[in-house]
Antibody, heavy 121, light 108 residues
Framework: QVQLVESGGGVVRPGGSLRLSCAAS????????MHWVRQAPDKGLEWVAV????????YYADSVKGRFTISRDNSKNTLYLQMNSLRAEDTAVYYC??????????????WGQGTLVTVSS | DIQMTQSPSSLSASVGDRVTITCRAS??????LNWYQQRPGQAPQVLIY???SLQSGVPSRFSGSGSGTDFTLTISSLQPEDFATYYC??????????FGQGTKLEIK
C-alpha cells in the first residue's frame, strides 16, 4: 500500500534551518511529481512547493521562494524540503503529498501524516 | 495567483441533512477543481477531483458539480464521520496550486 512518512520536524530559532524528509513506499516513486503542503496551527492548507517526477523542475509559493528548496532522491524513494531563514510564520505541520494525473486533471491522492515545524526563540 | 473563496466558512448541520458547500475561483478554471476532507488531527484526503469525479473508495453521498468559476460540494445525507473541514483546490495552475480557506462542518 502507498505510504508517505515525513520526518525532520522540530523546534528551531528564527533564522535557522531545517531539512524535512518524506519516505515513500508502496509505489514507483520516480513516476510521480510530489508536493509539500503546510498548515499553520488552526489555519487552512497552504501549498508550498512541487517537484517533477524526475527532479527536473521545481516551483514554489511566493511565501517561501528563495528560502526553501524541494529536492528528491529517486534511488532512495525520498522527498526533501530544505528550509532556510526560517520565520515565525513558517510554523506549521508540513505534509508531503503525491501528485496524480488523471487524464490531465491533477490532484493529491496520497498524503503523509505530517511533521510539525515550530519556529520560536 | 488564482484565489479560491469558499462559503460558508462554517456550517452547523444534523445527521441526515443535505449540505452544500460552495467554492468560487477568481478566474475561470474549467473543471480543474478538487475537494478534500480533513478530520481533526488527520491529513486531508481527496473526495472529488475534476469537479465531479468521485475518488475511489469515497461514499456516493458525496458529489461535486460546477465549471468555470463556481463549484459545489454536496453531501446528500450527513453521517457522523462527515463532520470535518472541507477544502477546495484549483489545479488549473498545476504548478501553483491554491486552496480555499476551508469550511468547517459542525454538528448542530
Amino acid at each position: 500500500q502507498v505510504q508517505l512518512v515525513e520526518s525532520g520536524g522540530g523546534v528551531v530559532r528564527p533564522g535557522g534551518s531545517l531539512r524535512l524528509s518524506c519516505a515513500a513506499s508502496g509505489f514507483t516513486f520516480s513516476n510521480y511529481g510530489m508536493h509539500w503542503v503546510r498548515q499553520a496551527p488552526d489555519k487552512g492548507l497552504e501549498w508550498v512547493a512541487v517537484i517533477y517526477y524526475d527532479g527536473s523542475n521545481q516551483y514554489y509559493a511566493d511565501s517561501v521562494k528563495g528560502r526553501f528548496t524541494i529536492s528528491r532522491d529517486n534511488s532512495k524513494n525520498t522527498l526533501y524540503l530544505q528550509m532556510n531563514s526560517l520565520r515565525a510564520e513558517d510554523t506549521a505541520v508540513y505534509y508531503c503529498a503525491r501528485n496524480l494525473d488523471s487524464r490531465g486533471y491533477y490532484y493529491f491522492d496520497y498524503w503523509g501524516q505530517g511533521t510539525l515545524v515550530t519556529v520560536s526563540s | 495567483d488564482i484565489q479560491m473563496t469558499q462559503s460558508p466558512s462554517s456550517l452547523s448541520a444534523s445527521v441526515g441533512d443535505r449540505v452544500t458547500i460552495t467554492c468560487r475561483a477568481s478566474q475561470s478554471i474549467g473543471r480543474f477543481l478538487n475537494w478534500y476532507q480533513q478530520r481533526p488531527g488527520q491529513a486531508p484526503q481527496v473526495l472529488i477531483y475534476a469537479a465531479s469525479s468521485l475518488q475511489s473508495g469515497v461514499p456516493s453521498r458525496f458529489s461535486g458539480s460546477g465549471s468555470g468559476t463556481d463549484f459545489t460540494l454536496t453531501i446528500s445525507s450527513l453521517q457522523p464521520e462527515d463532520f470535518a473541514t472541507y477544502y477546495c483546490q484549483q489545479s488549473y495552475s498545476s504548478l501553483r496550486n491554491t486552496f480555499g480557506q476551508g469550511t468547517k462542518l459542525e454538528i448542530k
